[in-house]
T-cell receptor, first 117, second 117 residues
Framework: AQTVTQSQPEMSVQEAETVTLSCTYD???????LFWYKQPPSRQMILVIR??????QNATENRFSVNFQKAAKSFSLKISDSQLGDTAMYFCAFMYHSGGSNYKLTFGKGTLLTVNP | GAVVSQHPSWVICKSGTSVKIECRSLDFQATTMFWYRQFPKQSLMLMAT?????????EQGVEKDKFLINHASLTLSTLTVTSAHPEDSSFYIC?????????????FGDGTRLSIL
């Protein structure tokens, strides 16, 4: 079974500063994909960034970057120059091939990030 | 691109009523759609995976007769909560993907808040 653990239920950061959200996972799969989604108060799930497990290079998307450590099964998200609009619940997610043509997402419990002015 | 529309966004109904929730991919063909349930301040729990033209695959513990899923076209999947009771009150979110390789992310709808009186 695949599990995703986010050990920080809540975090806060000052506007313009940098914050890192932690995520670890457990799997016996060799090919998989990792994602960070954000869910603002509006409740819509928004894809922030994704990483293929076979790629060693860490993914980056503007102010968002990840530190992917495959051996340690760690996938942290760094947000630089935090903005008020970054306030949201952040979910780490693991995607794996579940059979046939299907892939399943397993989510962590989330980290509530608050950006303070 | 990759917009998923979910309707209705909020529904309140009496116990015993059946409620249908629609999930549409507006600008792409979704070979696979997923239905999730989210309780307050908790993560998303996968209920079922729906492939176009096939019967849905339900997760363990999800009653298929209670939560009817139909994926009749490449752009529409519906979830019908039959004979809904207060314990079915929750936030339901659909997602859609073009399927195929696992690096195709899931695109989420805005969710439906279901309240059963």
């Amino acid at each position: 079974a695949q599990t995703v653990t986010q050990s920080q239920p809540e975090m806060s950061v000052q506007e313009a500063e940098t914050v890192t959200l932690s995520c670890t996972y457990d799997t016996s799969e060799n090919n998989y994909y990792l994602f960070w989604y954000k869910q603002p108060p509006s409740r819509q799930m928004i894809l922030v960034i994704r990483q293929e497990a076979y790629k060693q290079q860490n993914a980056t998307e503007n102010r968002f970057s990840v530190n992917f450590q495959k051996a340690a099964k760690s996938f942290s998200l760094k947000i630089s120059d935090s903005q008020l609009g970054d306030t949201a619940m952040y979910f780490c997610a693991f995607m794996y091939h579940s059979g046939g043509s299907n892939y399943k997402l397993t989510f962590g419990k989330g980290t509530l990030l608050t950006v303070n002015p | 691109g990759a917009v998923v529309s979910q309707h209705p966004s909020w529904v309140i109904c009496k116990s015993g009523t059946s409620v249908k929730i629609e999930c549409r991919s507006l600008d792409f063909q979704a070979t696979t759609m997923f239905w999730y349930r989210q309780f307050p301040k908790q993560s998303l729990m996968l209920m079922a995976t729906s492939n176009e033209g096939s019967k849905a695959t339900y997760e363990q513990g999800v009653e298929k007769d209670k939560f009817l899923i139909n994926h009749a076209s490449l752009t529409l999947s519906t979830l019908t909560v039959t004979s809904a009771h207060p314990e079915d009150s929750s936030f339901y979110i659909c997602s859609a993907t073009t399927g195929g390789a696992g690096n195709q992310p899931q695109h989420f709808g805005d969710g439906t808040r279901l309240s059963i009186l």
